[in-house]
């Protein structure tokens, strides 16, 4: 099964504005519609830890992440995400083994 999945584990006391900035970013990307994105993401709140958060982001493949990646607009997301955050965030990079969707 091909496919990429990068966690980003972070901490923020500003959430309100990482979800503005990460809505603002999507947008853009789907009117843009150039270029490799996201397949999905999901961003989460730790119910267990205020003030920390996952986003949860799937690639068709490595390649396709990694050309995202590159982007200038993809960096200025990155670079205006972790102004947000409260300390440097942590970066998971898997390899999509299996994926079940139970809907």
């Not at 901490?11 to 843009?32: C, F, I």
Request: net charge negative; aromatic share 10%; proline share 5%.
């Amino acid at each position: 099964m091909a496919g990429f999945v990068q966690i980003i584990e972070y901490r923020t006391s500003r959430p309100d504005e990482v979800t503005a900035l990460a809505e603002e970013y999507r947008g853009k990307r789907e009117a843009d519609g150039d270029g490799p994105r996201p397949v999905r993401s999901v961003w989460c709140s730790d119910r267990n830890d205020d003030g920390r958060y996952v986003a949860v982001v799937e690639f068709a493949s490595y390649e396709e992440a990694m050309a995202n990646s590159a982007r200038p607009d993809t960096g200025e997301f990155a670079a205006a995400l972790m102004e947000l955050c409260d300390g440097p965030a942590t970066f998971h990079d898997l390899d999509l083994v299996q994926a079940t969707d139970f809907r």
